[in-house]
Every structure is written in C-alpha cells, then in structure tokens.
C-alpha cells in the first residue's frame, strides 16, 4: 500500500490532508513570482505546510485508502497506524523521514517535529505542465556582458594616469612643506618662551616619552639619622596677602617634633604645591610637605613633639571644617 501516493494525490484537490496521529498536510496558494537576480518567471503552485495539532482522524485518508484497495475502513486504519510508528520510528533515529513528491519530517534539536516540503512538485491542476521560464533581458550594446556581473571599470589612459600622480605628488610636497613650516615656527617660540628646558628631540611625534618620576622640589625625607624630620621648603605664592584675622590660634605648635597633623596626601607635586601655598595664606605658617619613598607627599598643617598636643590641633581643624589626621614620624 502507498500511502505517500495517496497523500500527494489528496493535496491536488483538498486544502487539507490528515495523517491520524501524525499531522496535518496544509495547502496554500501561492501567486506566480519573479526572480530578478536570476531573471525567472516562476508559475503559481500551492505550497505545503505541515501541522502538528492536526492528528483527529477525519476520515478522508482512510476512506481514499479503503476504495482505491478495495479493503475494509478498519484495515485502512490499521496501514495508517503502521506508517505513523515507522514515520515516529526513522525521525527518533535521526533520520528523516520522506513522503514522495510531498516533503521530509524531522526532529530538531528540541524533539520538535520539522517539515521541509518538497518544491519541485507544483500540487496545482491550474499549474499543470508549467516549469519557470527564463528570460534574459534584451542587450542593445554589441558587446556581449554577464548581466549577473557588475560592469567592469572603464581603463584610465597613460596620459590621465600621469597627471593623477603629478596632483598627488604635489599634494604630498604641498603637506611636506606645510608641516615643515610649523615645526620651525613651533621650535623658535618653545625657545623664546623657554631656552632653557628647550630640547629639539622634544618636537618628534613618534618618539614616546616616557612620564617622568615625581620628584618634589624640596620634600621632607624621613631617615634614621634625622631624628626629626625637617620642614619642606615649599615656598607659597608671591604676593599672596596675609590676613591676620584668618590665622588659626595654635597650641603647641612648634617647628620641630615627630607627630604632624596631615591634612592632605598628592601625587601630584603641582597639585602639592597649591595646598601647601593654600594653607599658608591662611596663616598655617609651620605647614610643609614630608615625602616618602615611593609613596605620595603629605602636606602637614603643623608638629608637635607631643601626641595629645596634635590631636587637640587635629580637632581645632575639624572644627573649622579642615578633615586631618595624625601621622608619627620615625624616633
């Protein structure tokens, strides 16, 4: 008994062909289409889709099966039973499963049944003995050309060829000279404005320079041997006025001592220098700066030889709004 027979000569006149416990076989029109890359005119058909909710036995099948055999209704069904457990039996091995002139079902990777339908077959009497025309269009030129390809690039004469490369090159020279003349014009200003720190390797942009180290201009070092460490002699910006009525009422402090009261910590030896500046034309006139070996700069507000001395300093600042905190210097 051939089954897929049957089901692909159902297509031709029904819109809808049920396997009992498969699916459905769903036929839809499909208009006459054009392929303008392939210059084809395709016929109109009926295309097949396959739906998996469609399993009710509506007896169509069984009955076409029955009077074409010349068998009972029952057995029809039981050869319909046996080619739905094949069908289930090929897809669960990874094979798929093909109806003649109709399609192949398969499992995805999700055990979803899949329908790839079969496009040679047209399943349309109105599309009888129809196949896809190509028609090439009409080349007027003389010249034969692959209408698939894009036309190739006209060729460019010696002579074109030549004052191309004259336009480019005098661009390149016009670019040449034009950054010469600011190289020398940038060289003789950096050495109006600095002659000292000039240096012409300065002016190469493909050398990388490398960030120098930071190195304060006058720094408190803490060492063994100096059992105090002594003031920073960063110097506040001139022609700063002092305010009198600014300077805060210290206690206790003094110019030498191992207990500072910090009230910031840079890496930036300029930013370092704006504080330092800062504090003392506030009238934090025992501030400094203590470096450290490869650690940021502190910038003390003031020292004391006593601890309590700097933290009761440590709280006047706090209460003027000034965050610090107390750092003890080596013995």
């Known amino acids: 008994?051939?089954?897929?027979?049957?089901?692909?000569?159902?297509?031709?006149?029904?819109?809808?062909?049920?396997?009992?416990?498969?699916?459905?076989?769903?036929?839809?029109?499909?208009?006459?289409?054009?392929?303008?890359?392939?210059?084809?005119?395709?016929?109109?058909?009926?295309?097949?889709?396959?739906?998996?909710?469609?399993?009710?036995?509506?007896?169509?099948?069984?009955?076409?099966?029955?009077?074409?055999?010349?068998?009972?209704?029952?057995?029809?069904?039981?050869?319909?039973?046996?080619?739905?457990?094949?069908?289930?039996?090929?897809?669960?091995?990874?094979?798929?499963?093909?109806?003649?002139?109709?399609?192949?079902?398969?499992?995805?990777?999700?055990?979803?049944?899949?329908?790839?339908?079969?496009?040679?077959?047209?399943?349309?009497?109105?599309?009888?003995?129809?196949?896809?025309?190509?028609?090439?269009?009409?080349?007027?030129?003389?010249?034969?050309?692959?209408?698939?390809?894009?036309?190739?690039?006209?060729?460019?004469?010696?002579?074109?060829?030549?004052?191309?490369?004259r336009k480019i090159s005098g661009r390149k020279m016009m670019n040449a000279m034009l950054i010469a003349g600011i190289t020398l014009w940038a060289s003789f200003n950096l050495y109006i404005i600095s002659p000292k720190q000039f240096n012409?390797?300065?002016?190469?942009?493909?050398?990388?320079?490398?960030?120098?180290?930071?190195?304060?201009?006058?720094?408190?070092?803490l060492t063994p041997e100096n059992m105090s460490p002594p003031v920073s002699t960063i110097q506040p910006y001139k022609n700063e006025i002092f305010n009198p009525a600014a300077a805060p009422e210290e206690n206790s402090v003094e110019a030498s001592g191992n207990y500072f009261v910090v009230a910031g910590v840079f890496k930036i030896p300029s930013n370092a220098e704006k504080f330092l500046a800062k504090l003392k034309a506030d009238g934090y006139e025992n501030s400094g700066a203590i470096e450290r070996e490869n650690k940021p700069a502190m910038i003390f507000v003031s020292r004391h030889r006593q601890k309590e001395d700097a933290l009761q300093s440590r709280q006047t600042l706090k209460e003027k709004g000034i965050d610090a905190w107390v750092y003890a210097g080596k013995n």
Do not use: W
């Open 200 to 221: 012409l390797g300065n002016l190469n942009p493909f050398e990388r320079s490398s960030p120098r180290a930071y190195s304060p201009r006058s720094a408190v070092t």
């Open 1 to 165: 008994m051939n089954i897929d027979s049957a089901i692909n000569k159902l297509l031709f006149d029904h819109d809808c062909v049920i396997v009992p416990g498969l699916g459905g076989f769903v036929a839809s029109p499909r208009a006459s289409m054009h392929n303008k890359i392939h210059h084809k005119f395709i016929p109109p058909a009926r295309v097949i889709a396959f739906n998996v909710f469609l399993k009710q036995n509506d007896g169509l099948l069984a009955n076409h099966i029955s009077s074409v055999e010349k068998i009972p209704f029952s057995e029809a069904l039981g050869f319909l039973e046996k080619y739905v457990e094949r069908c289930f039996l090929e897809m669960a091995a990874g094979r798929r499963f093909t109806i003649a002139e109709v399609g192949q079902l398969y499992y995805d990777a999700e055990k979803n049944i899949q329908f790839e339908p079969d496009d040679s077959t047209l399943h349309s009497f109105d599309s009888f003995g129809l196949t896809p025309i190509r028609a090439i269009p009409v080349n007027n030129n003389e010249r034969e050309e692959n209408v698939l390809l894009s036309p190739l690039r006209q060729s460019v004469s010696p002579k074109e060829k030549r004052k191309t490369q």
